[in-house]
């Protein structure tokens, strides 16, 4: 089943192409959307966990039933036509940080539940951020979906179709900042907003919490708001069906998420561009210049650790943020496939100068993969100091 479906998508990617009508005329690619999967890989200590199935969002229920219907999860984000690229095994993998993306606006509450009164500290976050949702939005309560997750955790929803928004690339940004917007009202923080990275995958509704033992399933809002937590755990232990309305869209709730676009379009713009030239260093050991000629991959090539060890370097020759800043904007959009987002590389700088940290011969040999002390001018400068 697994080789099944990745088979699928190399022969999507060759049929995807532009369909022809039947005068022989070319028409508009097709568009197509993709998901994610992965799995609890159940008795399997070293790998406990397996993603990276792609596959039609139709195609899902296969994937289930290959694992049982246990431990299933897919992305919340959908891949519009998404950009592909190869990794250093040959995989074709989705680069999620550049593909457009479409999908329902989710919250994630959850905390240590080990009495009645932890849950109750659920739900009083829950319903501050209904609040937000009917009041801010504007958006009808029956447009709300609940869901518990079949561990400690309520899942919250909202139809795309309601928020009334287009595919966004950063669509999962855009959702952090609402519900960061959100949090900060929510007294007891149970709303966890380290969830919107943009390859994030939930547990597929209806299927088995192996850790819970419970089916993540579907509430009513009156079931969230008068069952107990034993009550919700009770009825988890069978999936279930419920009736929801039709997604409504709703214009208020469009202008507050084009506001949001419109401040990470913003944010995006501020960001400082270094607008001197790149100098030319006089002593650039091997090294270094051997990490501006190969090809950085993610996992496989200390991608992150290659950034901080770069910007290192040039923090230590002296050279300021904003250079050093672009420098690593340069590498990481000519020098990693796929490239970091301009966030990670701003982080990874910021580190390093406030930070300080300085490394060494031995992490830039094993980053890069070279070493020649004879031609390094920084060693050669060393060992005549040291004489």
């Known amino acids: 089943m697994q080789g099944s479906l990745l088979e699928e998508k190399r022969t999507c990617i060759k049929w995807e192409a532009l369909t022809v009508n039947s005068e022989g005329n070319k028409q508009s690619p097709i568009t197509k959307l993709w998901v994610e999967c992965g799995a609890d890989i159940i008795g399997n200590e070293k790998f406990p966990f397996r993603r990276k199935f792609y596959m039609f969002p139709e195609y899902t229920w296969q994937f289930r039933e290959s694992f049982e219907n246990k431990g299933v999860y897919q992305t919340v984000m959908q891949y519009i036509n998404p950009i592909w690229y190869q990794n250093q095994k040959g995989k074709w993998l989705i680069n999620a940080s550049e593909s457009l ?26 319903r501050t951020a209904l609040r937000y949702i009917t ?24 139809p795309a179709i309601t928020l009334g928004l287009d595919p966004h690339v950063a669509l999962n940004q855009i959702y952090k900042m609402i519900a960061e917007e959100i949090n900060q009202y929510c007294k007891n923080k ?61 214009a208020r709730a469009r202008i ?29 050991p091997p090294c270094i210049k051997s990490m501006w000629e190969k090809i950085f991959r993610e996992t496989v090539d200390e991608r992150n650790n290659s950034a901080t060890a770069l910007a290192s370097f040039y923090m230590q020759q002296g050279i300021e943020y904003d250079e050093t800043l672009a420098r690593l904007y340069k590498w ?56």
């Not at 988890?236 to 039709?246: G, K, L, N």
């Open 135 to 158: 009041i801010i939005m504007n958006i009808d309560m029956n447009q709300v979906r609940f869901f518990f997750s079949g561990g400690k955790g309520i899942h919250i929803t909202i």
């Open 101 to 126: 993306k479409w999908g329902d606006f989710y919250l994630d509450f959850d905390t240590v539940l080990e009495k009645e009164e932890d849950y109750e500290k659920i739900k009083e976050d829950v």
């Open 190 to 250: 149970t709303l966890d907003t380290k969830v919107y990275d943009d390859k994030r995958m939930f547990r597929m509704v209806n299927s088995w919490n192996i850790k819970g033992q419970a089916y993540k399933i579907p509430l009513t809002f009156d079931e969230f708001v008068k069952l107990k937590f034993s009550e919700i755990r009770a009825l988890a232990q069978t999936p279930r069906e419920i009736t929801v309305s039709d997604p409504v869209p709703s």
């Open 256 to 284: 507050v998420i084009n506001q949001h676009i419109e401040d990470w379009t913003n944010k995006v713009n501020r960001r400082q561009e270094f607008s001197g030239k790149l100098r030319k260093l006089d002593k650039e």
């Open 332 to 387: 990481n959009n000519e020098h990693c496939s796929p490239k970091q987002k301009d966030r990670e590389i701003e982080i990874i700088v910021q580190s390093v100068y406030s930070g300080q940290y300085k490394y060494g011969c031995e992490t830039f040999k094993r980053v890069s993969g070279v070493c020649d002390k004879e031609k390094c001018p920084l060693f050669a400068k060393t060992i005549t100091e040291a004489v």
